[in-house]
């Protein structure tokens, strides 16, 4: 078992047991297929905002419903879900990892309750599909602007654009 990688039950149980350690507690969610800088600096600031961090990583197969796989590049994902939870679990910003496969966050958002949702600043409040739940049960939304602009898409169009044989 990877440290730091929870079902949900495991990590509702975790947070219970303990709220000192885990409270306010922040969460946010993506696919994080390719880790780059701008992944890590994002995760850096979320942490900064409440005691411990939480990532909801999507499935493999949620995933594939949310990011089509676009003409020229492979499907996504590229690297698989316990690969990319792996990752995740390691990076000193990230306190806890769970992997969902829904579209969206809201049953996990629903049931951890996080003090803190973060998402990147690419987002609007408007447009944020899991806004309404944080709203409901008092939760705060930050939308947090990324530092370094690069996205998965682009690194593996440069990959393929260097046509290595």
Not at 6 to 27: K, S
Not at 57 to 82: F, T, Y
Not at 133 to 162: C, M, N
């Amino acid at each position: 078992m990877v440290s730091g990688l929870y079902t949900l039950d495991e990590l509702r149980q975790a947070i219970a047991a303990d709220p000192q350690r885990w409270r306010p507690l922040v969460f946010t969610n993506g696919c994080f297929d390719l880790i780059h800088a701008g992944h890590v600096r994002y995760l850096q600031v979320a942490r900064s905002l409440g005691r411990a961090l939480v990532v909801g990583l999507n499935s493999d197969r949620s995933v594939q419903a949310i990011k089509p796989q676009a003409v020229g590049l492979p499907p996504r994902p590229i690297v698989p879900e316990q690969q990319r939870a792996e990752v995740l679990a390691a990076l000193r910003a990230v306190d806890g990892v769970v992997i969902f496969a829904e579209t969206t966050a809201s049953q996990l958002l629903d049931s951890l309750q996080p003090d803190i949702y973060v998402k990147g600043g690419d987002y609007k409040l408007e447009t944020l599909p899991e806004a309404a739940i944080v709203q409901a049960y008092g939760g705060r939304i930050e939308l947090v602007q990324i530092e370094v602009p690069s996205s998965t898409s682009a690194i593996v169009k440069r990959i393929l654009a260097t046509n290595v044989t």
